[in-house]
Nanobody
Framework: QVQLVESGGGLVQPGGSLRLSCIAS????????MGWYRQAPGKVRELVAG???????NYADSVKGRFTISRDNAKNTVYLQMNSLKPEDTAVYYC??????????????WGRGTQVTVSS
């Protein structure tokens, strides 16, 4: 059974920084990609940043230049460094793993989310 566990969320003032981590556990052979999504109250879940197995990255326009996604393949961990945070970044942030190959087959997985609140 694959599990994704996020950490690093919290309360930060505007202009501050946070670093989110997501660790994937289980009998994992490979991933196609991992990413971070967020969902604010009353809004749909949106992609924040993604990183493919080859290392290419993509970002939502709203976070370009402020957020950086990275990955440690040896640790099955993906990070999201968030700088210059704004109140509109407030949301629950979810980790996603796509095309995860395990002995049972290939599936996508989600973490339970971590709350990020940007407020003075």
């Amino acid at each position: 059974q694959v599990q994704l566990v996020e950490s690093g969320g919290g309360l930060v003032q505007p202009g501050g920084s946070l670093r989110l981590s997501c660790i994937a556990s289980g009998m994992i052979f490979s991933f196609n990609g991992m990413g971070w999504y967020r969902q604010a109250p009353g809004k749909v879940r949106e992609l924040v940043a993604g990183i493919r197995s080859g290392g290419s990255r993509n970002y939502a326009d709203s976070v370009k230049g402020r957020f950086t996604i990275s990955r440690d393949n040896a640790k099955n961990t993906v990070y999201l460094q968030m700088n210059s945070l704004k109140p509109e970044d407030t949301a629950v942030y979810y980790c996603n793993a796509r095309g995860v190959a395990t002995p049972e087959g290939t599936n996508d997985y989600w973490g339970r989310g971590t709350q990020v609140t940007v407020s003075s």
